[in-house]
């Protein structure tokens, strides 16, 4: 899936295309349906263990827009991490949207971490600062 970018929220629209020809989220994803990335969303709805949002809504002018849950989805984020903030009234849907884009696939740094090879000190570093701060 192409990764959500902060312009979704206000330029986004079908037919998008990025500068090297591929598809942009808004024109990948289309109203009830994923199109070329239906196996690529059916397996991620099997890893994160919670069935795929609509992709799209309806804007203010009554054309498909891209959701907001959507993107806060393919980030691996619980239903409602973000959007909850849009429905009390706090940010906007673009703001939603800028954030989902510019958030960090929590799953990945859970895989990459320990591969670093100063994962364990700065673990041992931690764990003494929190037993003299314990202190």
Excluded: H
Aim: charged letters at 15%; hydrophobic letters at 45%; a neutral charge.
């Amino acid at each position: 899936m192409p990764t959500p970018r902060a312009s979704d929220a206000t330029k986004g629209g079908p037919n998008q295309r990025g500068s090297a020809g591929d598809l942009m989220l808004p024109s990948a994803v289309q109203p009830g349906r994923f199109g070329l990335y239906e196996s690529a969303v059916r397996r991620q709805e099997q890893i994160f263990g919670v069935p795929a949002p609509e992709p799209t809504d309806l804007g203010r002018n009554g054309f498909p827009r891209l959701a907001a849950a959507f993107p806060e989805w393919m980030m691996g984020n619980p239903p409602g991490w973000i959007t909850d903030l849009v429905t009390s009234g706090l940010i906007t849907r673009n703001d939603a949207i800028r954030i989902a884009g510019n958030g960090v696939v929590e799953q990945t740094v859970l895989y990459a971490l320990p591969t670093l090879p100063t994962f364990p000190v700065a673990l041992a570093l931690l764990a003494a600062e929190r037993v003299a701060v314990a202190a």
